[in-house]
């Protein structure tokens, strides 16, 4: 046997609807924005129709609390004006792109995204997966090693290089060098 959720009415719009399950014995508003104003304000006339509430907001004690709190917020009702119009004052000290941080201790490998192939994910995502690694420092450190030793075997290397002994490649069984994994 299912039980159905009973439709209800809306008080304001008269459409129906179903009530929130955790809600079914007080909503009596569905969720439209204009129905969920009229819900407010009918919630708050009951509350203020209550004889206990009718002065909540009236009274010596609220009027001197009113009082004391303006005067230790002056001017808090008072238009802010906005920063953007004022000029802004340069700064009397040069810039220095060169100052770095004392938190963070300098590498002399550079950054990720400071080398080569950086903007490429597949590049690094193919480099983290071999690795194992998932610093940026790490992985910025093997992608040197992998673009130098394509650069020596395809003779790119620098004029005041010299490039790498080839022989420590071993010959596979099949006749093709099988990579070495310790240098990758």
Known sequence: MSFLPKRRKCRCC???????????????????????????????????RQPANRDYFRGPQNVQRVRDWRQAHPGYWKKKTSSSGKAQIPDSKPLNPKQVSCNVPSSPLGTLQDFC?????????????????????????????????????????????RPLPYDLQTSAPGGSAAPNPAQL
């Open 117 to 161: 192939l950086a903007k490429d994910p597949g590049f690094i995502g193919l480099l983290s997966m071999i690795t194992g690694a998932t610093l940026q420092e790490d992985i910025a450190a093997t992608a040197r090693r992998v673009v130098e030793q394509g650069r020596h075997i395809l003779g790119l290397h620098r004029p005041a290089e």
């Open 14 to 48: 008269s459409e129906f609807f179903i009530p929130d399950y955790r809600n079914q014995g007080r909503q009596h508003y569905c969720g439209k924005p204009d129905c969920r104003h009229a819900s407010k304000q009918a919630s708050q006339q009951r509350w203020l």
